[in-house]
């Protein structure tokens, strides 16, 4: 059954909410209107052309963005179609570390090279190379997907390389100010409205001077981005920080 013009008409994220609710005929609607979208964001993590009939990315990636579309919150600060090439690109690069993991183990059961059977030390290097290297692809899509947010917000990575405090105990303050920014509800929603931080309201929750917010807008901004999305990289920085 074809989407109506009212439905085709909606905001995404209405229809996204909608298929939460159990509608499966817009579900279906998204799944086949957005598949260029799904096919794209596959190519950009196999470096190469994918055909939705016959690459088994493309099935991984539609399945990836059925399920963005269910664990979708709006509540996140983000458009859905940004949510879900991320998950798309998650799982895909998952999918090819699985399968890179399976050949090499087939490779060396049925070859039986004697070589690298006698060098399993060899054989570790190879595996952990491959595996750091498949890191930097996905630490890289991370850290566009965090250039792409900071936009939203009118910032850089130039300005944040800028305005990050210089000390030690300043960094750890600020991180712990965009804590509790990120864990208070009202607060946090004004963030995600304005795409700026509620000073006069925060400096209230805060053991910090307003003079000190307002110098650290910028980077606390970043670390509130950090925290309410899905950065897992970025969020190995902040470890232990400002709790």
Same mark, same amino acid.
């Given at each position: 059954?074809?989407? &109506?013009? +009212?439905?085709?008409?909606?905001?995404?994220?209405?229809?996204?909410? &909608?298929?939460?609710?159990? #509608?499966?005929?817009?579900?279906?609607?998204?799944?086949?209107?957005?598949?260029?979208?799904?096919?794209?964001?596959? !190519?950009?993590?196999?470096?190469?052309?994918? #055909?939705?009939?016959?690459?088994? $990315?493309?099935?991984?990636?539609? &399945?990836?963005?059925?399920?963005?579309?269910? @664990?979708?919150?709006?509540?996140?600060?983000?458009?859905?179609?940004?949510?879900?090439?991320?998950?798309?690109?998650?799982?895909?690069?998952?999918?090819?570390?699985?399968?890179?993991?399976?050949? +090499? !183990? *087939? +490779?060396?059961?049925?070859?039986?090279?004697?070589?690298?059977?006698?060098?399993?030390?060899?054989?570790?290097?190879?595996?952990?190379?491959?595996?750091?290297?498949?890191?930097?692809?996905?630490? %890289?899509?991370?850290?566009? $997907?965090?250039? $792409?947010?900071?936009?939203?917000?009118?910032?850089? /990575?130039?300005?944040? @390389? $800028?305005? !990050?405090?210089?000390?030690?105990?300043?960094?750890? @303050?600020?991180?712990?100010?965009?804590?509790?920014?990120?864990?208070?509800?009202? /607060? @946090?929603?004004?963030?995600?409205?304005?795409?700026?931080?509620?000073? =006069?309201?925060?400096? =209230?929750?805060?053991?910090?001077? =307003?003079?000190?917010?307002?110098?650290?807008?910028?980077? *606390?901004?970043?670390?509130? *981005?950090?925290?309410?999305?899905?950065? *897992?990289?970025? %969020?190995?920085?902040?470890?232990?920080?400002?709790?």
């Amino acid at each position: 059954m074809m989407a &109506s013009t +009212s439905v085709q008409e909606q905001p995404l994220e209405e229809l996204v909410a &909608s298929i939460q609710q159990g #509608d499966t005929a817009t579900q279906n609607y998204l799944l086949r209107t957005y598949q260029p979208f799904i096919a794209k964001c596959v !190519s950009e993590v196999c470096k190469r052309y994918i #055909d939705p009939k016959r690459d088994d $990315e493309f099935s991984i990636g539609l &399945s990836a963005f059925n399920e963005a579309i269910f @664990s979708y919150s709006a509540d996140r600060g983000c458009s859905f179609l940004s949510f879900a090439k991320l998950v798309i690109k998650r799982k895909v690069i998952d999918y090819i570390r699985f399968n890179q993991k399976r050949l +090499s !183990s *087939i +490779s060396f059961d049925e070859n039986f090279d004697e070589e690298l059977m006698e060098n399993p030390l060899e054989v570790a290097v190879v595996k952990d190379r491959y595996n750091q290297e498949l890191d930097a692809v996905y630490r %890289k899509e991370e850290i566009m $997907e965090f250039k $792409e947010k900071l936009r939203e917000y009118k910032l850089t /990575l130039v300005e944040l @390389s $800028e305005a !990050s405090p210089k000390h030690r105990d300043a960094r750890d @303050s600020a991180v712990k100010t965009a804590r509790i920014l990120y864990h208070d509800k009202h /607060l @946090s929603e004004y963030v995600y409205r304005k795409k700026k931080l509620p000073i =006069k309201e925060l400096v =209230k929750k805060v053991d910090v001077s =307003k003079k000190t917010l307002e110098r650290n807008r910028k980077f *606390i901004l970043a670390i509130f *981005i950090v925290l309410s999305g899905d950065y *897992i990289y970025l %969020k190995d920085y902040l470890k232990g920080v400002g709790q």
